[in-house]
C-alpha cells in the first residue's frame, strides 16, 4: 500500500502542503503503522548506538528521527479538530492508544536516557546557547516522563498514558455529538423577536445547509450562532431553552462525560504520585513559569474578589433593569446577555448591531496581515492556486521585505458540523534549521456564523478579537526562527504561550486599527471617530462577568487536579461545591462548565494550566505598556524585541528570560487589574 499511500510518498504539491484530494480515510491507519515502525527503528538505533553520547549522536538524532510520523499525524489531527467524520473519528479512537504507547516506549526507554542523563552529567563546554537549551528540555522531559524508575513503574505510567489517550478523545468526541446532534428551528416572526438581521440571515443560511424548507431558521450550538441569540432574542423562554443545552453537552445519555473525567482525575492523580509530586496539579505547574499551585491560585483569588464585587453590582444593575421593564422575575443565566446588551445600549448607545456592519471578516483579515506587515514586515499573498481541505479554507503565501519566504498561513473561519467548537491555531509543518531551512505551515481555525450567500460575514467584536488572538499564536508559529524543531514556534511553557496572542489583541482594539479598516459594509464609510471613542468608554463593560466566568472556570479545573482520589468524583456536585464555596454570584456560570470543559479533558492541554490565560494576561497587559511608552503603537525598537525575543525564539530560553529580554524588567502585575477596568474593586 506504500507505493498508493499519499501520506507515505514524496509531496510535490506547491510549498509541500498535503495533497488533501488524494488522502482517503482508509489511507491513515497504515501510514500510521509504517510510520510508528519507522520512528521505531530510528530510536533504537539512536538507543544501541556503540559510541559514546554526544549531543549530535543522541539529541540531534532524537530530532532527525520521526519526521514520517510528525507528517501523518500533524495531517490527521489537524482534520479531526477541523474537518472530521464519522470514519476519522473511528480512527482517532484506534491510534490515539497505539500512539500514547509509542510515546511511553521512547520517553521510557532506559538505555536512551541513560545516554541522555550521561550528556548532561559531562556537561558539554561546546554547545551553544539553543543546544544547552534542547538538552535541558530533553532530560527534563524523559524524567517528568518516568525516566529513571523502576520497571513497574514504568510500566504502570504507560498503561495510565494509553488509556488517558483514549479517555480525551472520547471526551471530544461526545462534545462533538452534542453539538452536532442539537439545533433549535424557529419557526416563524414571534421565534425571531428581537433578532438583528446579521443574525436571522446567518440563521436562514444554517437552516439551508441543513435542507430545511424556505422560511425557518436555525439556532445552532456553535458559539458564533448561539452567544448572539442569546444577546438578542426577546424570546426569555427559547432563550432558557437553548442556554439549557449549551450548558449541557457532556452531561446526560450516551455522551455524559461525567464517568470520564472521573477516571481522568484518578489517573491523573496516580500518574504524579508516581513521578513523586503531592498531586497532578503540582506536578503539571512544576514545569511552568507559576512553578506552583499556590502561586497560580494566588493570581486567580486577587483577580477574583475584585471581579466578583464587579459581577454583583452589574447582576443588580441588569435585575433593576429588568424590574423597569415590567418584569416579574430574578436574572437568571439565559438573561444575563440578553440584559447586559440592552444595559451596554442605554449607558454607552452601543450595542453589537451597531457595531457588526463595521466588521467585515475580510477587512479584519486585512487588519491583522497590516498590522503584522507594520510590526515585522511581512506580506500576505493569496494563494488561490493550492487546494486546502476544505473549499473555504484561505491559503496565503507569507513573506518577509525582501520577499524571502516566510511560510503558508491557512485560514479557515467559518462554522460547520464537522469541526470542533472553539477557535485555535496548529500547523502542518513547524519551522526549523536542522536538516534544512525548513518553513512552517500554520493554520488559524474558526467558528464564525458565514454569511448568506453574496452577503459579507460580519463579526461580533469579540470575534474579531478573537481573530486577532488566533492570529498573534500563527505569528508565533510563522516567525520562529529557530534551529531545533522540539523548541520552535508555540513549544514554550502553557502559561507563555497565550502572551504573543493576547498581546496581538491590542492592536485591533486600538483607534489606529478601527479608523482604517472597521468600515461599513454598505456604504464604505469608517467607523465614526463617536463611535470608537464609545467603544472605548465601554471597554470595562461588563468585566465583572466576564472575568468571574473565566476565573471560575480556572479555580475548578486547579481545584479537581489538586485532589489525590477521585475514583467516586461526581463532576457536577464538585462543580457545584466550587462554585458555592468561592461563591459564585446568582445567575451566573462557568465559561467552561466541567462535563463539556475541552481545554482539560479532551487531552491534556490545559489540564490545571486554564489558569494560564490569566497569568499570559499580567504578561500582555504590561507588554503592550512599551509601545504605549514609547508613543507609537508601531514603534520599531519594541517590536524589534518582541519579534526577536518572543515571536521569533521559540523555546530558546526560559520563559521569565524571554520576557525580561524584552521588556527589560519583570512584568508589573497592576497592569492586569488594571486593563480589565478592576483597580477600583481591587481589594
Same mark, same amino acid.
Given at each position: 500500500?506504500?507505493?498508493?499511500?499519499?501520506?507515505?510518498?514524496?509531496?510535490?504539491?506547491?510549498?509541500?502542503?498535503?495533497?488533501?484530494?488524494?488522502?482517503?480515510?482508509?489511507?491513515?491507519?497504515?501510514?500510521?503503522?509504517?510510520?510508528?515502525?519507522?520512528?521505531?527503528?530510528?530510536?533504537?538505533?539512536?538507543?544501541?548506538?556503540?559510541?559514546?553520547?554526544?549531543?549530535?549522536?543522541?539529541?540531534?538524532?532524537?530530532?532527525?528521527?520521526?519526521?514520517?510520523?510528525?507528517?501523518?499525524?500533524?495531517?490527521?489531527?489537524?482534520?479531526?479538530?477541523?474537518?472530521?467524520?464519522?470514519?476519522?473519528?473511528?480512527?482517532?479512537?484506534?491510534?490515539?492508544?497505539?500512539?500514547?504507547?509509542?510515546?511511553?516506549?521512547?520517553? !521510557?526507554?532506559?538505555?536512551?536516557?541513560?545516554?541522555?542523563?550521561?550528556?548532561?552529567?559531562?556537561?558539554?563546554?561546546?554547545?551553544?546557547?539553543?543546544?544547552?537549551?534542547?538538552?535541558?528540555?530533553?532530560?527534563?522531559?524523559?524524567?517528568?516522563?518516568?525516566?529513571?524508575?523502576?520497571?513497574?513503574?514504568?510500566?504502570?505510567?504507560?498503561?495510565?498514558?494509553?488509556?488517558?489517550?483514549?479517555?480525551?478523545?472520547?471526551?471530544?468526541?461526545?462534545?462533538?455529538?452534542?453539538?452536532?446532534?442539537?439545533?433549535?428551528?424557529?419557526?416563524?416572526?414571534?421565534?425571531?423577536?428581537?433578532?438583528?438581521?446579521?443574525?436571522?440571515?446567518?440563521?436562514?443560511?444554517?437552516?439551508?445547509?441543513?435542507?430545511?424548507?424556505?422560511?425557518?431558521?436555525?439556532?445552532?450550538?456553535?458559539?458564533?450562532?448561539?452567544?448572539?441569540?442569546?444577546?438578542?432574542?426577546?424570546?426569555?423562554?427559547?432563550?432558557?431553552?437553548?442556554?439549557?443545552?449549551?450548558?449541557?453537552?457532556?452531561?446526560?445519555?450516551?455522551?455524559?462525560?461525567?464517568?470520564?473525567?472521573?477516571?481522568?482525575?484518578?489517573?491523573?492523580?496516580?500518574?504524579?504520585?508516581?513521578?513523586?509530586?503531592?498531586?497532578?496539579?503540582?506536578?503539571?505547574?512544576?514545569?511552568?513559569?507559576?512553578?506552583?499551585?499556590?502561586?497560580?491560585?494566588? %493570581?486567580? &483569588?486577587?483577580?477574583?474578589?475584585?471581579?466578583?464585587?464587579?459581577?454583583?453590582?452589574?447582576?443588580?444593575?441588569?435585575?433593576?433593569?429588568?424590574?423597569?421593564?415590567?418584569?416579574?422575575?430574578?436574572?437568571?443565566?439565559?438573561?444575563?446577555?440578553?440584559?447586559?446588551?440592552?444595559?451596554?445600549?442605554?449607558?454607552?448607545?452601543?450595542?453589537? #448591531?451597531?457595531?457588526?456592519?463595521? %466588521?467585515?471578516?475580510?477587512?479584519?483579515?486585512?487588519?491583522?496581515?497590516?498590522?503584522?506587515?507594520?510590526?515585522?514586515?511581512?506580506?500576505?499573498?493569496?494563494?488561490?492556486?493550492?487546494?486546502?481541505?476544505?473549499?473555504?479554507?484561505?491559503?496565503?503565501?507569507?513573506?518577509?521585505?525582501?520577499?524571502?519566504?516566510?511560510?503558508?498561513?491557512?485560514?479557515?473561519?467559518?462554522?460547520?458540523?464537522?469541526?470542533?467548537?472553539?477557535?485555535?491555531?496548529?500547523?502542518?509543518?513547524?519551522?526549523?534549521?536542522? =536538516?534544512?531551512?525548513?518553513?512552517?505551515?500554520?493554520?488559524?481555525?474558526?467558528?464564525?456564523?458565514?454569511?448568506?450567500?453574496?452577503?459579507?460575514?460580519?463579526?461580533?467584536?469579540?470575534?474579531?478579537? &478573537?481573530?486577532?488572538?488566533?492570529?498573534?499564536?500563527?505569528?508565533?508559529?510563522?516567525?520562529?526562527?529557530?534551529?531545533?524543531?522540539?523548541?520552535?514556534?508555540?513549544?514554550?511553557?502553557?502559561? *507563555? =504561550?497565550?502572551?504573543?496572542?493576547?498581546?496581538?489583541?491590542?492592536?485591533?482594539?486600538?483607534?489606529?486599527? %478601527?479608523?482604517?479598516?472597521?468600515?461599513?459594509?454598505?456604504?464604505?464609510?469608517?467607523?465614526?471617530?463617536?463611535?470608537?471613542?464609545?467603544?472605548?468608554?465601554?471597554?470595562?463593560?461588563?468585566?465583572?462577568?466576564?472575568?468571574?466566568?473565566?476565573?471560575?472556570?480556572?479555580?475548578?479545573?486547579?481545584?479537581?487536579?489538586?485532589?489525590?482520589?477521585?475514583?467516586?468524583?461526581?463532576?457536577?456536585? *464538585?462543580?457545584?461545591?466550587?462554585?458555592?464555596?468561592?461563591?459564585?454570584?446568582?445567575?451566573? =456560570?462557568?465559561?467552561?462548565?466541567?462535563?463539556?470543559?475541552?481545554?482539560?479533558?479532551?487531552?491534556?492541554?490545559?489540564?490545571?494550566?486554564?489558569?494560564?490565560? !490569566?497569568?499570559?494576561?499580567? !504578561?500582555?497587559?504590561?507588554?503592550?505598556?512599551?509601545?504605549?511608552? #514609547?508613543?507609537?503603537?508601531?514603534?520599531?525598537?519594541?517590536?524589534?524585541?518582541?519579534?526577536?525575543?518572543?515571536?521569533?525564539?521559540?523555546?530558546?530560553?526560559?520563559?521569565?528570560?524571554?520576557?525580561?529580554? *524584552?521588556?527589560?524588567?519583570?512584568?508589573?502585575?497592576?497592569?492586569?487589574?488594571?486593563?480589565?477596568?478592576?483597580?477600583?474593586?481591587?481589594?
Amino acid at each position: 500500500m506504500t507505493a498508493e499511500n499519499p501520506l507515505l510518498t514524496a509531496w510535490t504539491t506547491p510549498f509541500g502542503m498535503p495533497p488533501f484530494a488524494a488522502i482517503r480515510p482508509e489511507h491513515y491507519r497504515p501510514a500510521f503503522e509504517t510510520a510508528i515502525a519507522e520512528h521505531q527503528r530510528e530510536i533504537a538505533a539512536i538507543a544501541d548506538n556503540p559510541e559514546p553520547p554526544t549531543f549530535a549522536n543522541t539529541i540531534e538524532a532524537m530530532e532527525r528521527a520521526g519526521r514520517l510520523l510528525d507528517r501523518v499525524a500533524s495531517v490527521f489531527f489537524n482534520l479531526t479538530g477541523a474537518h472530521t467524520s464519522d470514519d476519522l473519528e473511528a480512527i482517532e479512537l484506534e491510534v490515539a492508544p497505539l500512539l500514547s504507547r509509542h510515546r511511553s516506549a521512547i520517553y !521510557l526507554n532506559e538505555k536512551l536516557f541513560l545516554r541522555i542523563d550521561a550528556i548532561v552529567e559531562a556537561a558539554p563546554k561546546d554547545l551553544d546557547a539553543e543546544q544547552a537549551r534542547v538538552l535541558e528540555r530533553y532530560h527534563t522531559g524523559f524524567r517528568r516522563s518516568g525516566a529513571g524508575l523502576p520497571a513497574e513503574v514504568k510500566k504502570r505510567l504507560a498503561a495510565i498514558s494509553e488509556r488517558l489517550a483514549t479517555l480525551g478523545t472520547n471526551f471530544g468526541q461526545n462534545v462533538l455529538a452534542d453539538e452536532k446532534g442539537w439545533s433549535l428551528v424557529l419557526e416563524g416572526e414571534d421565534d425571531l423577536a428581537g433578532l438583528p438581521d446579521f443574525l436571522v440571515a446567518s440563521a436562514a443560511q444554517a437552516a439551508r445547509d441543513r435542507g430545511l424548507a424556505e422560511g425557518k431558521h436555525v439556532i445552532t450550538l456553535s458559539r458564533s450562532s448561539i452567544e448572539p441569540f442569546l444577546q438578542f432574542s426577546a424570546r426569555r423562554d427559547l432563550r432558557e431553552k437553548a442556554f439549557l443545552a449549551w450548558t449541557a453537552r457532556g452531561e446526560a445519555g450516551k455522551t455524559d462525560n461525567r464517568g470520564i473525567i472521573a477516571e481522568t482525575i484518578a489517573l491523573r492523580s496516580e500518574q504524579a504520585t508516581l513521578l513523586g509530586y503531592e498531586s497532578f496539579a503540582h506536578f503539571r505547574l512544576d514545569d511552568s513559569m507559576a512553578k506552583t499551585p499556590e502561586a497560580a491560585m494566588g %493570581l486567580l &483569588t486577587s483577580v477574583w474578589e475584585p471581579a466578583r464585587s464587579r459581577a454583583i453590582e452589574e447582576r443588580d444593575a441588569l435585575q433593576a433593569l429588568v424590574r423597569e421593564e415590567g418584569g416579574n422575575f430574578e436574572l437568571a443565566a439565559w438573561d444575563w446577555r440578553y440584559y447586559s446588551e440592552r444595559r451596554r445600549k442605554a449607558e454607552f448607545d452601543l450595542d453589537e #448591531a451597531l457595531l457588526k456592519p463595521y %466588521l467585515q471578516l475580510d477587512k479584519v483579515i486585512e487588519a491583522a496581515f497590516d498590522t503584522a506587515s507594520r510590526l515585522f514586515g511581512l506580506r500576505f499573498t493569496e494563494r488561490t492556486d493550492i487546494p486546502a481541505y476544505h473549499p473555504d479554507v484561505r491559503v496565503f503565501e507569507v513573506t518577509d521585505e525582501s520577499g524571502a519566504p516566510v511560510g503558508l498561513f491557512l485560514g479557515d473561519y467559518f462554522a460547520r458540523s464537522s469541526k470542533r467548537s472553539g477557535a485555535w491555531m496548529s500547523d502542518y509543518r513547524g519551522q526549523e534549521k536542522l =536538516v534544512a531551512d525548513i518553513r512552517p505551515i500554520i493554520v488559524n481555525v474558526m467558528n464564525f456564523a458565514k454569511g448568506a450567500d453574496g452577503a459579507p460575514t460580519l463579526l461580533s467584536y469579540d470575534d474579531a478579537r &478573537t481573530l486577532f488572538h488566533e492570529f498573534g499564536h500563527g505569528l508565533h508559529g510563522l516567525l520562529s526562527d529557530v534551529t531545533y524543531p522540539s523548541i520552535a514556534g508555540t513549544n514554550v511553557a502553557r502559561d *507563555f =504561550v497565550e502572551f504573543p496572542s493576547q498581546l496581538y489583541e491590542h492592536w485591533f482594539e486600538r483607534p489606529e486599527i %478601527l479608523s482604517r479598516f472597521a468600515v461599513h459594509y454598505r456604504t464604505g464609510e469608517p467607523m465614526p471617530d463617536a463611535l470608537i471613542g464609545r467603544l472605548k468608554a465601554s471597554r470595562s463593560f461588563n468585566q465583572g462577568f466576564a472575568t468571574v466566568e473565566y476565573v471560575a472556570s480556572a479555580l475548578v479545573d486547579m481545584k479537581l487536579h489538586l485532589l489525590k482520589e477521585a475514583k467516586s468524583l461526581d463532576a457536577t456536585a *464538585f462543580e457545584k461545591a466550587v462554585l458555592d464555596e468561592i461563591g459564585m454570584p446568582q445567575a451566573m =456560570v462557568m465559561r467552561h462548565r466541567t462535563p463539556h470543559f475541552q481545554h482539560v479533558f479532551a487531552g491534556d492541554g490545559y489540564s490545571s494550566a486554564y489558569y494560564s490565560y !490569566l497569568w499570559s494576561e499580567t !504578561l500582555d497587559a504590561d507588554g503592550f505598556r512599551a509601545f504605549e511608552e #514609547a508613543g507609537d503603537i508601531f514603534a520599531p525598537e519594541p517590536a524589534r524585541k518582541l519579534k526577536d525575543f518572543v515571536y521569533a525564539a521559540g523555546n530558546r530560553r526560559t520563559p521569565d528570560e524571554a520576557y525580561r529580554a *524584552f521588556r527589560g524588567r519583570d512584568p508589573d502585575p497592576s497592569a492586569l487589574l488594571e486593563k480589565r477596568g478592576l483597580m477600583d474593586t481591587a481589594v
